[in-house]
């Protein structure tokens, strides 16, 4: 087989502004000092020309990051104030409002992503649960 990229560009960076999005799928990995992370794969819903693209976001779990993994995973409905197992399966298929972002990193520009709101749901996102809207 012969491939021929002439002509093909990498996709750039998604314009900076506030996108639908759900997350397609979790990466359980670690941060360069061995702490636990996840990789995120957020696939855009929001009508137009960037639905279906993706963009990455990586949540470290290290002593650093914890008091912000900790809201965030309070927002999903997960019970912080406990010692749990739960992992990535439990928010994959996750639906939320996401801002995107621009940046240089290393010489090259690309999307940096924040979580804005989630689906609202009755329980934590582990149990069937129905959507109630939006927060």
């Given at each position: 087989m012969i491939l021929d990229f002439?002509?093909?560009?990498?996709?750039?960076?998604i314009p900076p502004r506030k996108y639908l999005a759900k997350i397609d799928h979790i990466q359980e990995t670690a941060t360069k000092q061995g702490d636990p992370m996840w990789e995120i794969q957020w696939r855009i819903t929001t009508e137009?020309?960037?639905?279906?693209?993706?963009?990455?976001?990586?949540?470290p779990f290290s002593e650093k990051a914890a008091p912000l993994m900790r809201?965030?995973?309070?927002?999903?409905?997960f019970d912080v104030d406990n010692k749990n197992s739960w992992g990535p399966s439990?928010?994959?298929?996750?639906?939320?409002?996401?801002?995107?972002?621009?940046?240089?990193?290393?010489?090259?520009?690309?999307?940096s992503v924040?979580?804005?709101s989630i689906k609202k749901k009755k329980k934590c996102?582990?149990?069937n649960t129905d959507t109630v809207g939006w927060r």
């Open positions: 002439d002509g093909i560009h990498p996709l750039g960076p137009g020309e960037f639905r279906g693209r993706f963009i990455l976001s990586c949540w809201i965030v995973l309070q927002q999903l409905g439990e928010l994959e298929r996750l639906k939320a409002i996401i801002r995107v972002t621009t940046q240089v990193f290393q010489g090259v520009e690309r999307n924040s979580l804005m996102p582990a149990g």
